[in-house]
């Protein structure tokens, strides 16, 4: 009985619908390699290779700003002011403060994060780490993540779509 409980939960989970909505554009507005695209900013390249929980929708916030979102094997990139961000992933539930990465952005840089998950008998909570080009090159390219940008988010976000290119404010 309890391994059938654990199974269903975990379906749900995994099957779970989300308020937000994304689109795959043909060309990613913002490219995860090659020269930065702005020389003026940060780029920060979210990458989600994960099998598992492919209809659950993983937000990201920088400094409390909405930046982006994943649903499935996808990824997406951001500006980021030069300065201090701390970026935080969520199953738009509740964000998991502890699952966050702090950076100090310098201005023609690029930045990845690798959005990872824990699995709590059916409760998904999403954590980001640090991980370098080689390590995201392998995740967009040999794991198939598709480039993922935000056009429709619930009324609590209190906030429109960032659009294809958003620009997070640094502290």
Not at 41 to 46: H, W
Not at 74 to 87: D, K, L, M, T, V
Not at 126 to 131: E, F
Request: charge should be negative; include cysteine; charged fraction near 20%.
């Amino acid at each position: 009985m309890r391994i059938a409980t654990l199974a269903i939960v975990t379906l749900l989970t995994a099957t779970g619908c989300s308020a937000y909505s994304l689109a795959s554009p043909k060309v990613p507005p913002i490219p995860a390699f090659g020269p930065v695209a702005r020389t003026d900013v940060a780029t920060v390249c979210v990458v989600r290779p994960s099998h598992f929980a492919l209809l659950v929708t993983f937000v990201v916030h920088d400094n409390e700003q909405l930046v982006g979102a994943t649903r499935g094997e996808s990824y997406f990139c951001y500006f980021a002011q030069p300065g201090r961000h701390e970026i935080v992933s969520s199953t738009g539930d509740s964000a998991d403060e502890e699952g966050g990465v702090g950076i100090v952005a310098q201005a023609g840089r690029r930045y990845w994060l690798h959005q990872d998950y824990d699995n709590n008998l059916g409760s998904v909570t999403s954590r980001l780490l640090a991980i370098d080009e080689a390590r995201a090159r392998d995740f967009v390219e040999d794991e198939g993540c598709e480039y993922r940008t935000l056009t429709a988010v619930p009324r609590e976000e209190n906030a429109p779509p960032p659009g294809p290119t958003p620009v997070a404010a640094a502290r």
